[in-house]
């Protein structure tokens, strides 16, 4: 158990919604990533948030938007859901900003846009 | 545009066999590199993580070296077996602007 909770796991939704996923890093730390993972793609960089504040930016679409809260849990909102949203989502946790550490990862949300 | 690449993308071994496999990564602006095991149905779990040049390091049957001046690190395993059968990833630390960014990974199947 990484300590890092990620919730749902499972989340169907039909196109055109909206959803929210939640993670919840380990006790601690500060740093919290978002990864997407499509069919045949490797973890792609969505965002991360370092105590509360949006600290780096990948290749996340307008869609997309994410937040840390005071108590550092974070939450990725991905509206106007298309197919191609279909994937997993990680989230993973670092005590700092990250450099020099590991990060823990939660166990996904499989996303299944119908 | 930041590009960590794996190699090779799959791998089929028998038990007993050793095995490498490279991840190349932009030289400049390097911090650290990252390797994870990743098996299926469960989620990336960190196996080193590496900052300087040269740098070796070992935990049991694998190993992980760094040249972070030509921008590749290699994983080995010794002696592989049946449950090293997993997604190897490796990951850049992009100093500019902190990302942790993963390669595509090496499926390895080692085959009893």
Redesign the interface.
Same mark, same amino acid.
């Given at each position: 158990d990484s300590g890092v909770t990620q919730t749902p796991k499972h989340l169907i939704t039909a196109t055109g919604q909206r959803v929210t996923l939640r993670c919840s890093p380990r006790s601690g730390d500060l740093s919290v990533y978002w990864y997407q993972q499509s069919l045949d793609q490797g973890l792609q960089f969505l965002i991360q948030y370092y105590n509360g504040e949006e600290r780096a930016k990948g290749n996340i679409l307008e869609r997309f938007s994410a937040q840390q809260f005071p108590d550092l849990h974070s939450e990725l909102n991905l509206s106007s859901l298309e197919l191609g949203d279909s994937a997993l989502y990680f989230c993973a946790s670092t005590p700092g900003g990250g450099r020099g550490t590991e990060a823990f990862f939660g166990q996904g949300t499989r996303l299944t846009v119908v | 545009i930041l590009n960590v690449e794996q190699s090779p993308q799959s791998l089929h071994v028998q038990e007993g066999d050793s095995t490498n496999f490279t991840c190349s990564f932009p030289s400049s602006n390097f911090? @650290?590199l990252?390797w994870y095991r990743w098996e299926t149905a469960?989620?990336?779990?960190?196996l080193f993580?590496m900052?300087l040049n040269g740098d070796e390091k070992k935990k049991g049957r694998i190993s992980a070296t760094l040249n972070t001046k030509e921008g590749y690190s290699y994983l080995y395993i010794k002696g592989s077996q049946p449950e090293d059968s997993a997604t190897y $990833?490796c @990951?850049f630390?992009y100093?500019q602007? #902190?990302? $942790?960014?993963?390669?595509? #990974?090496t499926e390895l199947s080692v085959k009893p």
């Open positions: - | 911090y @650290a990252h469960k989620s990336p779990e960190a993580v900052t $990833l @990951a630390w100093n602007g #902190g990302k $942790l960014i993963f390669g595509q #990974g």
